[in-house]
């Protein structure tokens, strides 16, 4: 899924002609601890620190060192759960004016996995602002 967050991500910015410095936060779903890992190798590839900017669902939500959640957990309640229980409400504060967030998730199907086919990875951009 890191992989299809740096797509996306990189797409947008360079069709909204916009750089990461823009955003307070480039929120992913559920990469968890792994995934934000290879997420930010991936842009470091491209001389692009993301690291201060980055942040991911799943690792807000849960203690990775007490939970074990590595590879993340449930992105759609993760993403869910952090976008409206929290940076919502600090885009209404004005805390935060620039989001954009990044769900993802893997499309898993039953008769691929037993096929032994590759997990096919999907993330989709909001640009979510509060000016």
């Given at each position: 899924?890191a ?6 991500i ?22 968890g601890?792994?995934g934000s890992?290879?997420?930010i190798?991936l842009?470091?590839r491209?001389?692009?620190d ?7 669902c799943?690792m ?11 590879a993340?957990?449930?992105g759609?309640g ?6 409206c229980?929290l ?11 620039n ?10 199907s039953?008769t691929?996995?037993?096929?032994g086919?590759?997990?096919p ?5 909001v640009h979510?602002?509060?000016?």
């Amino acid at each position: 899924m890191a992989g299809a967050a740096h797509k996306t991500i990189t797409t947008h910015l360079a069709n909204t002609k916009q750089s990461i410095h823009d955003f307070d936060m480039i929120l992913t779903g559920d990469l968890g601890s792994v995934g934000s890992g290879l997420l930010i190798d991936l842009f470091k590839r491209d001389d692009i620190d993301i690291a201060n900017v980055h942040a991911d669902c799943g690792m807000m939500l849960y203690k990775n060192d007490k939970q074990d959640t590595h590879a993340g957990a449930s992105g759609c309640g993760c993403s869910a759960s952090v976008l409206c229980g929290l940076i919502l409400g600090r885009i209404t504060e004005g805390k935060l004016k620039n989001v954009l967030f990044v769900a993802t998730g893997a499309l898993m199907s039953p008769t691929m996995i037993q096929q032994g086919e590759s997990i096919p990875a999907v993330a989709h951009a909001v640009h979510i602002s509060g000016e």
